[in-house]
């Protein structure tokens, strides 16, 4: 994004390229949200002088009254748990000076490739959304005869076997597995890790004939960095806040890797970045994203494309009208089945294509659209043979 915002000239454009939008303010959201506007300003500083930082904006939303509910003890957790407003205020204070925006009390109404509509009714022009409103089961899980609680989770007892299937065991985001101390475990990946582990014993214990042992397992430390070596956390109920909190929280991420190779590479990262900046340079050339279909969803009125914006896809309406506009009047409509892209655009002379109606579109990089256009035309007599042409059915065969 700031590559491109370097070297564009609208200034609309500009300011949707330099937003980084942010849904959810728990530990995920609030330590991207930090982090980017830290990045932000060390870019504008070092890498981009074209770009200043003000005209970087980093918005985090948040349905609940502050950011951090983990440390809160909000009634949102899976168990109430010792609350600390003191660091959660110490970190949303931090955050705004680092020039995150915090809208509280709202929700995601809806996203578009161009925009966040918000529950007061605000739109964020945006090019960067990122979501970390958290998880729910696989939808597979739905369909398996199995016993689920209110949030779609397998029900497990206290060694971790399904509820009435001996043969059967869950951990993770997928099962409510009980907490030694009431309630049920945080979908989260440390605890996932640590169900991974007492499964896999008691399925040992199982099979050699022994009782599965309850799980008891404890997450006694959390926290969050928030941007230029701040973090809060909390570690056996004792708060820490600031550069202490920071050198810990870096610590536990170094036990998580996985190899003693990649923490050498993480901790050698980490050393060089003060020195010699951060590594922002790209050596791939990301052709994998040039294959992908996406889906695209556009509010009535949006525009969708522009031919004075560059157009690098071509849409394929899959629901609702859209507007072709000609000199500021609509010139005609493309409904479901319809698509249009750069080439369409110059062929129709038109300026735009905006939402009539809300607008579903499946989204193909412009070079595969014409690839996949001459393959469809090359073998259409090949088609329509193929659909003309009776079923041969076998007819059965009577036995003797």
Known sequence: MFELADIERDPEER???????????????????GELADLARLLTSREYRGIKREECRVVIVHPGP?????????GSLERKSKSFPKLVEYAMRHCER?????????????ATPNEVYLSNGEHIPTRTIVST????????????????????????DAV??????????AGGDCAAVPHPKG????????????????????????????????????IRRQGVSLGRRTAVSEVSGIPLRGKVSWLGHRAVVLTLIPSWDRRLRLLSDWTLWPLVGRDIVQMGGGQHSA???????????????????????????????AEVMRNGEVATTVGPGGHFGRKWLEQQGA????????????????????????????????????????ALVEEPRERP
């Open 291 to 321: 294959y992908e279909v996406r889906r695209h969803v556009y509010q009535p009125g949006e525009t969708i494309v522009e031919a004075s914006r560059p157009l690098r896809y071509v849409h394929v309406v899959i629901e609702g009208e």
């Open 66 to 74: 502050t950011l951090l509910p983990e440390l809160y003890g909000s």
């Open 98 to 110: 680092l020039g995150v925006e915090l809208m509280l009390e709202t929700k995601v109404a809806g």
């Open 15 to 33: 300011r949707r390229l330099l937003t980084f939008f942010v849904a959810g303010g728990g530990f995920a959201g609030s330590e991207i949200a």
């Open 133 to 156: 409103v958290g998880t729910k089961p696989s939808p597979i899980l739905s369909g398996l005869p199995l016993p689920f609680d209110e949030r779609g989770r397998v029900r497990v």
């Open 183 to 218: 309630g049920t475990c945080p979908p989260t990946a440390l605890w996932a890790a640590m169900h991974g582990k007492y499964v896999g014993r008691n399925i040992a214990r199982a099979a050699a004939g022994k009782a599965p042992q309850p799980f008891r397992g404890m």
């Open 160 to 169: 971790m076997r399904v509820q009435g299937r001996e043969e059967l065991w």
């Open 351 to 390: 300026d735009a294509v905006r939402a009539r109606t809300l607008v579903r579109t499946l989204v193909l990089h412009a070079d595969q659209a014409n690839v996949l256009q001459d393959v469809l035309l090359s073998s259409e007599p090949l088609i329509a043979k193929t659909m003309l042409r009776p």
